[in-house]
Nanobody, 125 residues
Framework: QVQLVESGGGSVQAGGSLRLSCASS??????????MAWFRQAPGKEREGVAA????????YYADSVKGRFTISRDNTKNTVYLQMNNLKPEDTALYYC????????????????WGQGTQVTVSS
């Protein structure tokens, strides 16, 4: 059983920062094709791929909307990925959730098999 648990969401003012964590269990990174990612979805909007990372290899991928502001990283000893979010904007407000799979197109949610429950990020102007 694969379980993903997000944490670190909260409310911040525009320009602030948050660090999200996604801890995985029941899964061991064993292939260069393994991937974990962060997605977000705001009410009335489609799910959006935010950032993705291959724990083995370290390849990273970012949505254009967050490049230069968000950084995805990993701690392989803990099977955990992080999303450091800086210079947050009101449009970043969404439910953020992590996902994982053995192989995927990095920012395409339909290719992921496992999903966390999400953590809310709210950015006020």
């Amino acid at each position: 059983q694969v379980q993903l648990v997000e944490s670190g969401g909260g409310s911040v003012q525009a320009g602030g920062s948050l660090r999200l964590s996604c801890a995985s269990s029941g899964y061991t990174f064993s292939s260069r094709s393994d991937i974990m990612a962060w997605f977000r979805q705001a009410p009335g909007k489609e799910r959006e791929g935010v950032a993705a990372l291959r724990p083995i290899g370290g390849n990273t991928y970012y949505a254009d909307s967050v490049k230069g502001r968000f950084t995805i990283s990993r701690d392989n000893t803990k099977n955990t990925v992080y999303l450091q979010m800086n210079n947050l904007k009101p449009e970043d407000t969404a439910l953020y959730y992590c996902a994982a799979t053995r192989t995927a197109r990095p920012l395409e949610g339909s290719t992921y098999n496992y999903w966390g429950q999400g953590t809310q990020v709210t950015v006020s102007s």
